[in-house]
Nanobody
Framework: QVQLVEFGGGLVQAGDSLRLSCAASGRFFSTSPMGWFRQAPGKERDLVAGIAWTGDSTYYVESVKGRFTISRDNGKNMVFLQMNSLKPEDTAVYYC????????????????????WGQGTQVTVSS
C-alpha cells in the first residue's frame, strides 16, 4: 500500500519561496518516478515537475522552469519541491504523486497514468 503525505504549503507573498515535502510509505518508492501536480479552482490537475526514480532526470512545465526544483531522497522516502520567485498564478493545491510504473528511463507526463496521490497541500501566493 502506498501512502503519500505532503506538507509545507502556506500563504506567501509574490517573490517569496516555499519548500514542499512529501513523505512516502510503501515498498516501491525508491524505484518509482515521482511528481508534483497542482490544481487551481476550476482547472484540471496538471503535472508541474517530475523526477525519475534514479533522480538523474527531471521534467518541468514551462511556466515553472528556472523557479522550481524537484529533488528526492530515496534513503528517506522523501520528495521535495523548492519553489522560488512565487507568483500569484502559482496559487493552487499541490499534490504529490507516485507513478505506478516502476524503474524505466527518463521522466515525462505520460509516466503518471493513474498515479498514487497524496491529500494535497494549499499554496497561496498574494500579490
Amino acid at each position: 500500500q502506498v501512502q503519500l503525505v505532503e506538507f509545507g504549503g502556506g500563504l506567501v507573498q509574490a517573490g517569496d519561496s516555499l519548500r514542499l515535502s512529501c513523505a512516502a510509505s510503501g515498498r516501491f518508492f525508491s524505484t518509482s518516478p515521482m511528481g508534483w501536480f497542482r490544481q487551481a479552482p476550476g482547472k484540471e490537475r496538471d503535472l508541474v515537475a517530475g523526477i525519475a526514480w534514479t533522480g538523474d532526470s527531471t521534467y518541468y512545465v514551462e511556466s515553472v522552469k528556472g523557479r522550481f526544483t524537484i529533488s528526492r531522497d530515496n534513503g528517506k522516502n522523501m520528495v521535495f519541491l523548492q519553489m522560488n520567485s512565487l507568483k500569484p498564478e502559482d496559487t493552487a493545491v499541490y499534490y504529490c504523486a507516485q507513478a505506478r510504473a516502476t524503474r524505466g528511463i527518463g521522466i515525462s507526463p505520460s509516466i503518471f497514468t493513474n498515479p498514487y496521490w497524496g491529500q494535497g497541500t494549499q499554496v497561496t501566493v498574494s500579490s
